[in-house]
């Protein structure tokens, strides 16, 4: 019987929700048309139109479309959007809607591995992702809300120029200094939560610095990259010609510590950004997650007894002792194209997280230059923030010497 009656229920909901259905209680509502226009601009935002020259533009340059990142990205049907239905509408005289732009920063609530974040994804195909394309108050709302929730904030970035522009200039008859509205938050949370960040495009002005005030940053090396003006502006200031690649790609990002880590596009991305919240706790005011764990705390591994040789002038893979030494899979580097041999990562011991530095002894023989110190110190802060116990495996000549080290000291 009571099978029954959950089927029963469950066939009046979908009957409900079919296409075309009557819904009689918006029928009688007075407030009919203003809920139609909420709903019409809903459907609007949320729904691809293959014949926008912004939509063809984001799919040309093989980018993802921003609502296909989230839906990549959280788990499945677990994104609630905030402001969803923020943007810009022109009015005829009676009243009517005339035209209505999106927003181009889209922003909500939803669960990674079972796990809450705050998402906020920048619309490329809106306004090439500018900021003032964008509601300002919208953005600084995601940052307070992770704030307030005391939970992760993931910031999907492509565009997002918070100086003037020529569109605006025109409209406006001026330009401005940009203001850096919710500024205070982006640097407050850094003490609080988990911070990330991706450019999945250009990350340029006020993008660049959402990108690199984090705690992990990545970057698609396929359509990443990142620098405080484009190619024009250079051409223009410097009379250099480059490319955006030249001028700030993510291989040149990664390799000056800009950026944490490369990925080879942005579904790898979004599985490193999982990867390093798994490690982290929600906030600063709860433990990091001890996970489930298949690999026993006295295994031993043989090869450990042979990897690093007898003679000191012969060289060895430090990475060969971390992957034997932690839980089997659980080593994630972080920085690994940039810090003159330091080598920085998370891992487990018994599923508890673990910070984890030591130094590639096959580069710069061991010896520690204001790269790798500075590498260090990053990873330690993290570490500290999150009260990850930190696990050295100490191997350093000393720190360079002469005229070179200490001009970059």
Known sequence: MPTNTAASR?????RHLEPGQKDDALEKSEWKDILEEINRRKKKNRTPNPEDRGYVRQKTQGKLWVRERIDAFVDPESF??????AGRAKYNEDGSVKGYTPANF???KATVDQRPVIVAADDFSIRAGHADGAVWAKSVMAEQSARKLKVPLVRLIDGSSGGGSVTMMLDHGYTYLPPLMGMHDIIASLSEIPVVAAALGPAVGLGAARATLTHFSVVAENVGSLFAAGPPIVANATYETVTKKA???????TSNGTFDNLAADEHECFAQIRQFLSYMPKNTFELPPCAPSEDPPSRRDDELLSIIPKRRQRMYQVRDVLIRVFDAGSWFEIGARWGDGAVCGLARLNGYPVGVITFDCTQNGSVLSAASCNKFRRHIDLCDTFGLPVVNF???AGFAVGTKAEKEA
């Open 394 to 396: 100490a191997d350093y």
């Open 247 to 253: 001028l700030g790609g993510a291989l040149l990002h």
């Open 80 to 85: 609630i959007e905030i402001g969803a239905i």
């Open 10 to 14: 469950l066939h009046a909901i979908s």
């Open 106 to 108: 889209i922003a909500g």
